[in-house]
């Protein structure tokens, strides 16, 4: 079956532009969690949605934002973008419950300049 | 608070070395726990995961970890590495109750020598 798919790959933007990135789940799964990953920070989770509802939500400013689709598919937003944010962020998709693996996609690398 | 440690953040070894990884971690409730491996410009993908039952979990690539509840520490272990287990590798754990959020730590990045 297919993975999880991030879109872009790749982007560069300046400080104080906005930018979306999305995420398309494996089928079935209603899950999607989405991470930044920068050097020796590892992974910081951003928040998680399921069926459309954020469940949880990390220590990010409110610049942060995302949401998920009736088919799962989430979109993730930065405002007012810093230099800071440039990373790489990653989505998961997982079965809903504890159990459950965390399946990641390649990510999309943000440079912001 | 929860956290994970890694403390190892470079480790260099020569092929067929022996590998432990370690990782404590801090939680106050049942957890779940994974180690992760990212490849040079691959995803991350599951090594292993601990739920229930067994301490000692086995996963691919002849790799397993050891829960050691009493020291809150679930160490990555390999007996011989070989130059493709060149990777960055993240412990992470998840509550198994309440929140659905991983929390990894900071990662280790494994350099072998072929």
């Known amino acids: 079956k297919a993975g999880v798919t991030q879109t872009p790959r790749y982007l560069i933007k300046t400080r104080g532009q906005q930018v979306t990135l999305s995420c398309s789940p494996i089928?079935?799964?209603?899950?999607v969690s989405w991470y930044q990953q920068t050097p020796g920070q590892g992974l910081q989770f951003l928040f998680e949605?399921?069926?459309?509802?954020?469940?949880n939500k990390g220590n990010f400013p409110g610049r942060f934002s995302g949401r998920q689709f009736s088919n799962s598919r989430s979109e993730m937003n930065v405002s007012t973008l810093e230099l800071g944010d440039s990373a790489l962020y990653l989505c998961?998709?997982?079965?809903?419950?504890?159990?459950?693996?965390?399946?990641f996609g390649q990510g999309t690398r943000l440079t912001v300049v | 608070a929860q956290s994970v440690s890694q403390h190892n953040h470079h480790v260099i070894l020569s092929e067929a070395a022996s590998l432990e990884l370690g990782c404590n971690y801090s939680y106050g409730g049942t957890v779940n726990l994974f180690w992760y491996v990212q490849y040079p410009g691959q995803h991350l993908q599951l090594l292993l995961k601990y739920f229930s039952g067994d301490p000692l979990v086995k996963g691919i690539k002849g790799f397993e970890a050891e829960l050691i509840k009493s020291k809150f520490s679930f160490n990555l272990r390999k007996p011989s590495v070989q130059w493709s287990d060149t990777a960055e590798y993240f412990c992470a754990v998840k509550s198994t109750s309440g929140t659905y959020k991983y929390i990894f730590g900071t990662g280790t990045r494994l350099k072998v020598l072929a």
């Open positions: 998961a998709s997982s079965l809903s419950d504890s159990i459950a693996e965390a399946f």
């Open positions: 089928s079935g799964h209603r899950s």
């Open positions: 949605y399921f069926s459309e509802t954020q469940r």
